[in-house]
Structures are given as C-alpha cells and as structure tokens.
C-alpha cells in the first residue's frame, strides 16, 4: 500500500495556505496533520572571495518576536519563489534586500526546510560579487515594509557566528558551512 491524501480542509488562506490535511498511511494508520503552504523559495549567499566578506540581510521576523524576544534575524538574502527560474529569482532577492547585482550563481540544490509542517522547498546558492556590484540601496520592498538592513561582513566573522551558535537562520547557517567545505581558504 502507499501512502494517499484522503481529505484536504483549508483553514486559512492568505500570504500563506494553512490545511488539515487527512492522509492514509503506507502501513494503514489514518492521521490527521496541519500542513502550511506558502510556496517555494530561495536563498543565495554572496562572498566575495577577493575582500573575504559576504553580504548579509537583518530583518525583523515576527515568529522569533513571538516566541523567543529575538528582535532580528542574520540571514542569506532569499525570498518566495515568484518565477519559474529560481536562478532569476535569486538575483532579484538580492537586488531587492542588497542592492546587489549577481551574475554567476552556483546552485548546490533544494532542500526542505520544514518538512513536517511546510510544503516549501528552498533553493540553495552560492554567488560571487565584487564592491562594485553594490549597485543599490536594498533594504526591501517598501510597499511589503520588510525594513530590512544590509550587513556586509568578514568572512572570518560569520565563521566564528556558526561556530559560536550565534548563527540562528538554517539556510544561512547551511549555506556558510557549505562555503567553509567548498572554499577553506577563504576563511583563514
């Protein structure tokens, strides 16, 4: 037997979707879960290699307000996925919250941030960029109030954020590591 979608109840709908999704077991069981959708994403870190620095955005997240009195978050520029090319949307969250212009993207794949509550998947990139790439201000869509503050910093620094558990974010957190795997040298 597989696993099958019996009964879908929408809860809520707005930017996100919120159901109750009734689902018959591959063994059997029936259960019942609540499951958030709100689209795919993507997240890209920009380094650049010759300056040992990456660009960073902080902004206020309300979930981590609510739940922890963090009054921001550190994170990889990223955003919803509102094209079919994750690629093209990456550089637009870059030149929307950094005012960066990207060219090349390496892309190290999707993942699943939250598997058991949402249907996302984030695609995942590493970008280089130069001083002179800081084409523009940043700091968000004014009409979506993001409020968001760019944070250009040294590598070295970030590395010692993840190491200290400072660094909160997920994607963040996986995308530097992922550069310290790929790219050592650049954090000495």
Request: glycine residues 6%; contains cysteine; aromatic residues 2%.
């Amino acid at each position: 037997m597989t696993a099958a979608i019996l009964e879908e109840r929408i809860v809520h709908s707005g930017w996100n979707r919120l159901s109750m999704v009734k689902t018959r077991t591959a063994r059997g069981s029936v259960i019942e879960r609540s499951v958030e959708d709100h689209g795919d994403a993507v997240a890209v870190l920009p380094v650049d290699s010759v300056r040992r620095t990456a660009i960073l955005v902080r902004q206020m997240r309300v979930p981590l307000l609510k739940a922890h009195g963090e009054q921001a978050s550190l994170e990889a520029p990223a955003g919803i996925l509102d094209e079919k090319d994750p690629a093209a949307c990456a550089r637009r969250e870059a030149m929307e919250e950094a005012g960066l212009l990207l060219r090349t993207l390496v892309p190290l794949g999707a993942a699943y941030p939250m598997p058991g509550v949402s249907t996302e998947k984030m695609h995942l990139f590493l970008a280089e960029y130069a001083a002179a790439d800081r084409v523009a201000e940043g700091g968000g869509l004014a009409e979506e109030t993001e409020e968001i503050e760019v944070v250009e910093m040294p590598l070295a620094a970030l590395a010692a954020l993840a190491d200290g558990g400072e660094l909160r974010d997920l994607k963040t957190l996986l995308l530097v590591q992922t550069l310290r795997l790929r790219r050592p040298e650049l954090f000495a």
